[in-house]
């Protein structure tokens, strides 16, 4: 039973449309994450979110916008995408304050 | 600027020596240092950790070493099995509630039988 489900796994998509990866979390945790793994290995924060509430939000383009319905799901939606945007993009979770985080596996977002 | 530096991309060990990975840092500010293990198509996945405050914590055969003044980390793994093969991603945390995290680039372990 997965702890943290991130769908879907790869992701293939022209220049310019909307796409969305899904992510939900069983584990009861507070907290949600998402994190960008670019080309160069760089795993940076992105957003973070408490309850619902957006507590992290660090330089990411008006394009990337997180929706949390309720706090066991934290959806990353991403409009006009570019080029640029071609990475491997991590949710995760964790206790709030717990320096524990618990990742899925990954989207791998391919834009032509 | 990276505030956490794994210098070592690569490094290959054979069965039952000791690994050691290394990290270094800029930032003073932080709460926590963790180690993170990734599997190829698998989300990182939480080793081990240490506080600010303490310069070594042991788990089995994981030992994380802390060298404030020289801004300095090392993970030991003794002794290694080839199931450690993997990356090893170094982390900063900081900020408190908000649990901000700094990955370090990573370094590729691989344990030869």
């Known amino acids: 039973d997965t702890a943290v489900s991130q769908t879907p796994k790869y992701l293939v998509t022209q220049m310019g449309n909307d796409k969305s990866i899904k992510c939900e979390q069983n584990?009861?945790?507070?907290?949600m994450y998402w994190y960008k793994q670019d080309s160069k290995k760089f795993l940076k924060i992105m957003f973070s979110y408490n309850n619902k509430e957006l507590i992290i939000n660090e330089t990411v383009p008006n394009r990337f916008s997180p929706k949390s319905p309720d706090k066991a799901h934290l959806n990353l939606h991403i409009n006009s995408l570019e080029l640029g945007d071609s990475a491997v993009y991590f949710c995760?979770?964790?206790?709030?304050?717990?320096?524990?985080?618990?990742f899925g596996s990954g989207t791998q977002l391919s834009v032509l | 600027d990276q505030q956490v530096k794994q210098n070592s991309p690569s490094l290959s060990v054979q069965e039952g020596r000791i690994s050691i990975l290394n990290c270094d840092y800029t930032n003073s500010m932080f709460d926590y240092f963790l180690w993170y293990k990734k599997y190829p198509a698998e989300g990182p996945t939480f080793l081990i950790s240490?506080?600010?405050?303490?310069d070594k914590n042991e788990d089995g055969r994981f030992t994380v070493f802390l060298n404030k003044s020289a801004k300095h980390l090392s993970l030991h793994i003794v002794p290694s099995q080839p199931g450690d093969s993997a990356v090893y991603f170094c982390v900063l945390v900081y900020g408190g509630a908000t649990n901000k995290l700094i990955f370090g680039t990573g370094t590729l372990l691989a344990v030869q039988p």
């Open positions: 240490i506080s600010s405050i303490k």
């Open positions: 584990l009861g945790h507070d907290t």
């Open positions: 995760a979770s964790s206790q709030r304050g717990a320096e524990k985080l618990f």
